[in-house]
């Protein structure tokens, strides 16, 4: 019998800066997966009438949907409707959030985008997203890195909005959108400086003016808690590495007999399969146990007789 072990490393823990200098393929499909739309109104758990107001005021972007369907939203949207939701709550006006959404939603600066553009990033690019439905292939095979840089460089391509997400679904650092009575905001991640410097600052603001604090950390660890979405939900929007989508890629593709999965705090999860293919109900399950980190090593037996077993490093568990 063959065993072979593959250890799987991990990217959380990682800032936006270090994803967006290291690991580009990876923060481009989690900026696609952020803008996919795919929660229905009833998932924001905001009323449709609500909704179409803040549409109205320009608070969200207005947007049909097909005939005979209802709008869906990203999650990035999905987001954005629970903070102003809880803004709402609290009574701030609707003039303040179309500036907070004004400057969440402009572009991000980086200048640092000449120097990660090169041959080797634009050729992986092309393989990562070749035979995908949802990407023009004609476009994508006459891509050069002049035309990549541009891409990369749109307005709205990346926002101070998606760079925030990111870093608080990577790292998940205590992260809030700070409002003040004399209509100043700011939103705050307290990874960024030392602690007692960032309690100094919100001290002092406390003391010249009541502050109204948004804990957009808790809106997404909120999010990831349920469990009444599909598990590829999850899965698209957690922060995977390659080892750790390749699990899930051999599972789909390949002959599999059994799967062994250590979850921490619950126990060992074991399935056989007799035609060695999942179901999707099976494949439902493992994509939510992969995606909430909530697990140790994974040892899959193929029908071969040989056994892949993927040994974690360190991961987050996501409660």
Partial sequence: MNIQTIQLDKLT????EELYSNHLIDLLEMQRNLRVSQFA??????????????????????????????????FEEYVWLRIIKELRVFG????????????????????SISTIVNEDLLEHLKASFKDQENIDQDQLAALD??????????KSSITNF???LV?????????????????????ILLNKVKTEEKLHILLEEMQKSSLLSINITQIIEAFFSTTHFSGSVYYNLSPLSRKEKEVLDIIRLQRVHRIEIDIKEEGP???????YRPTKGTIDQIEKIIAKGKYGNISLHMAEGNILQFVETEKRIIK
């Avoid at 320009?58 to 005979?68: D, N």
């Avoid at 890195?145 to 749109?154: A, M, P, R, W």
């Avoid at 999860?269 to 035609?275: D, I, W």
């Fill in 13 to 16: 823990g990682k800032s936006f």
């Fill in 41 to 74: 109104i009833k998932d924001t758990d905001i009323e449709h009438r609500t909704i179409l107001h803040w549409e109205q005021e320009g608070l969200i972007e207005k947007r049909e949907a097909k005939e005979g369907t209802w709008r869906k939203f990203s």
């Fill in 92 to 111: 701030t006006p609707i003039p303040l959030i179309k500036e907070i959404k004004a400057y969440l939603f402009s572009s991000a600066d980086f200048t």
């Fill in 145 to 154: 890195i002049k035309q990549l840089k541009e891409s990369l460089k749109e």
């Fill in 162 to 164: 998606f760079a925030l």
């Fill in 167 to 187: 870093e608080i679904i990577y790292s998940r650092p205590p992260a809030y959108l700070l409002v003040n009575a004399k209509g100043e905001f700011a939103p």
């Fill in 269 to 275: 999860y074991k399935v056989e399969f007799k035609r």
